[in-house]
């Protein structure tokens, strides 16, 4: 069956919009042996790996030395510093703010006490655009030395790329630091620049002072506008919406897609379903008729690929041929379906020898009863099922 007339009536009936936060990872470096993608390599040798939990006879027991559990960079006793430098990454256009983040423990493995001194630290540098390195956080230890905390301790050191100059962040006190340890480190940038490459030096003095660094992340934000419309179709027994939703009754529907700055369009939908005309059509004797009703039809040759027969516009039809197939179109209210085919055969039917035949009822050529009228071709249907044409002239 074919489904035509196909009515889909958009009104653009309003537009506004609010914002939405879209946060992308542009690089990330998780110092798993597989690296999560996408990949923020590195130059440099890192000077330990580690992963699980820490031990009983450490600072804090059973505390994650990388995030939950997993494996982090990890540095101590390098009184030289293990200077890593992270690639130079292409900022992608497009983003309002760039933010490069990590997250850090200052912890001692090897004893219940110690953990990192004053003389420790952890420096992060950037160079934006392929210039020079610009020195900007640097955590350190208590400044009475001996203090530990671990990657849920509360401080954190979050500075905008500006001043080119070096922010110091450090507890004050010795022991566990749930308070003032720095466990998050952020430096924000501009969206509008090339490139940006990080350089990390964690300094530790003794076994004693570990630090612990996971998940570097470059992270990308935009601020877009969600977008707001309306539609108004009206559609013949079923909508498909643009999410890809299929509605088939009429109602208020709401669909979201992403817009073109990949934030939420969401489209408010007044369906109207119009109901799909009835096809089925019955057959009595050699006349057709549809059972759809209040409609408007067109009868068609089956055997002429559902050509239209002229002039076959009413609700029932009696062919012409002694034997042949028909289907009609319906249209209701501008849904239009078609039935499928019936075949009338009146090849055995020879209505001058049928003695006993009575006459049931008279049609027009619109399949409608009627009585007698004269100068009026009409349709003798008989209780045989055959019928007659006739048309009986009378003087004036
Ligand atoms: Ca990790």
Known sequence: MKKSAFIILFYLIGLYSFGQNVIDTIAIQDFEPAPVAPVWNYNGVLADTISGYASATSCIPGTPLGINGSTAWHVAAVSGGNLITFDTIAVPVGYDSLYVSFHLAGLSLETSTGGPDDLDYVLVQYSIDSAAYVSRVRVRGAVNNNSFWPYDAAGQAIVPYLPTTESVFQPTNSGLQMTDGISYVQISFPGNISSLSVQITPRSSSLSDSWLIDNLVLTGAIWCSNTTDSITPVVCGSYTAPSGAIFTSSGLYYDTIPNVSGCDSIIAINLTIKPMPDTSVTQSGVMLTSNAVGALYQWL??????????????????????????????????CVDTSTCYVIDQTGVDEWRSDEKQLIKIVDFLGRETDFISNTPLIYIYSDGTRERVIKFEER
């Open 301 to 334: 040759d089956c055997n002429n690929a559902l050509a239209q027969i002229s002039g076959e516009t009413g609700i029932s039809f009696i062919p012409a041929d002694l034997f042949g197939s028909y289907a009609v179109e319906v249209d209701l209210n501008g």
